[in-house]
């Protein structure tokens, strides 16, 4: 599946915000313009029907319509499109010239109440045509003529309707130039942003691309180093620069890690296995008489059984760390392993004179968590206690629980002062202080590493601390 793309969401998106603005837009300016057409001619068309309303004239004996006088006089204004009269009384139609022998439509309200219409006519044009139902106009000399004649002459008696037309093709046509305006417009307004957000996105971007261009440099070059945030890249993405030139110097320090540890480990077992060769060698130099081959041998042995011992600890040490070991959770007493672990050292804490005590609580309950790699830093911490102690020095090893921690103290006498800026070096891989004794099983100096592994996995942690009177803590704490 492709992964998104800021522009092509920016393009997207804004174009149909913008169009659906443009949209709104041009449809509510369409329809204004088209109002104040309408109402232009509608305007107009009013004011020619009242115009030809006022020309009927109902004399004495006769209804006369004088629109033509009408619009002779002077300030009269000019007769917008056609027009018919209907006298409703009679059914007689007066239309105008231009009308020849094409008809109106009778349209109407209540009395002088304007009727406004869209029409078709009968020659198919579009129109727009206004009605007006009104009384014709007389005067008090017809009034009293029709009387000395016996008649009463009243206008209510002659309704007159007059409608006046005129054609609104002209005006579709601009309607639809107009609506032919706005959407090029809209387009064109919609083309140009589309472009701006393509140029500002691209010149925007590019500083990404180019940040992009030194982190992959920086991962493939062998002398690594930070790598610059250009003062053009978006402040948004300032904090993400910063993470990722974090994320790369952690990997690049564990990279270095890697690579001293594979250092220390080829020359951990480079040197044994000389001794190995050596031995062997010599022992095939010349003949030798069975006592002394055997004596040889077993002095390969040994020093192989530290190879051993030491590769069972890299192996270790690389599968907790590389994630290929995890903690699987068991029931098991503490107090129990600590003593396995105590009774382990017995002939070489008696072989060096050292005065080795325990305070192990008998209410110290199971707890549930991985008994391998408990019994694996616990050996290791006590282990070590052991072999940095001086002869005839005291090592003390405590096990507790407080709240839902459980904690395992070992602390020994030391030869020599030490700072607690040269401990952190103890728990790097290889290291051995210069005062450790050497033990049967080999010492590599990986003890330290495998219990911070060990405690790491197990949710827990190892603390260290400088007391008094040359003697050093370590804490192992995990939860129970």
Request: contains cysteine; aromatic residues 6%.
């Amino acid at each position: 599946m492709k992964n998104p793309s800021i522009r092509a969401r920016l393009i997207l998106g804004t174009g149909v915000l913008v169009a659906l603005t443009l949209w709104g837009a041009n449809v509510a300016i369409y329809r204004a313009f088209k109002r104040t057409l309408y109402k232009e001619v509608d305007s107009q068309l009013l004011v020619s029907a009242s115009l030809l309303a006022k020309s009927a004239e109902l004399e004495a004996n006769s209804l006369d319509y004088e629109w033509k006088e009408a619009m002779k006089s002077a300030g009269a204004p000019e007769i917008a499109g056609v027009f018919a009269f209907w006298d409703m009384k009679s059914g007689k139609v007066t239309k105008s010239p231009e009308l020849g022998d094409r008809d109106l439509p009778l349209i109407y309200g209540g009395l002088n109440q304007p009727r406004k219409e869209s029409v078709t006519l009968a020659d198919g044009r579009s129109a727009r045509v206004v009605g007006i139902l009104h009384y014709p106009f007389t005067d008090q000399a017809a009034i009293d003529e029709a009387a000395r004649q016996g008649r009463t002459l009243r206008p209510e008696d002659y309704p007159q309707v007059v409608v006046c037309a005129r054609e609104t093709d002209s005006l579709i046509a601009r309607l639809a130039e107009l609506k032919g305006h706005l959407t090029r417009g809209a387009l064109a307004t919609l083309i140009a942003i589309w472009a701006s957000i393509f140029a500002i996105s691209t010149w925007s971007l590019r500083p990404i691309r180019e940040f992009g261009a030194k982190l992959l440099a920086r991962s493939e070059s062998d002398t690594p180093g930070e790598s610059a945030i250009p003062r053009t890249l978006p402040s948004e993405l300032v904090g993400l620069a910063r993470i990722f030139n974090l994320a790369l110097g952690k990997v690049e320090k564990s990279r270095e890690r890697e690579k001293e540890f594979a250092l220390h480990a080829a020359h951990e077992l480079r040197t044994p296995i000389s001794g190995v060769y050596v031995t062997l060698e010599q022992a095939v130099m010349r003949d030798r008489p069975a006592a002394d081959l055997k004596q040889r041998i077993q002095e390969a042995l040994h020093i192989l059984g530290g190879v051993r011992v030491t590769l069972n600890s890299l192996m270790r040490l690389a599968r907790l760390r590389g994630g290929l070991e995890g903690s699987t959770r068991a029931l098991f007493e503490p107090d129990a392993i600590v003593r396995e672990v105590l009774d382990s050292f017995d002939n070489m804490v008696a072989a060096r004179g050292m005065d080795l005590s325990a305070d192990l609580q008998t209410d110290v309950p199971a707890i549930s968590n991985d008994r391998g790699l408990f019994k694996a830093a616990a050996s290791n911490l006590i282990g070590n206690a052991v072999r940095h102690a001086p002869a005839g020095g005291k090592i003390h090893v405590r096990l507790a629980t407080t709240g839902n921690e459980l904690i395992l103290l070992c602390e020994n006498t030391l030869a020599r002062n030490v700072e607690l800026s040269q401990i952190d070096k103890w728990f790097q891989p290889f290291h051995r202080g210069s005062e450790a004794a050497d033990d049967e099983g080999g010492h590599a100096g990986l003890g330290l590493s495998l219990t911070r592994e060990a405690a790491n996995l197990m949710g827990g942690k190892v603390d260290v601390d400088l007391g008094q009177d040359l003697v050093i803590r370590f804490s192992l704490t995990v939860p129970v």
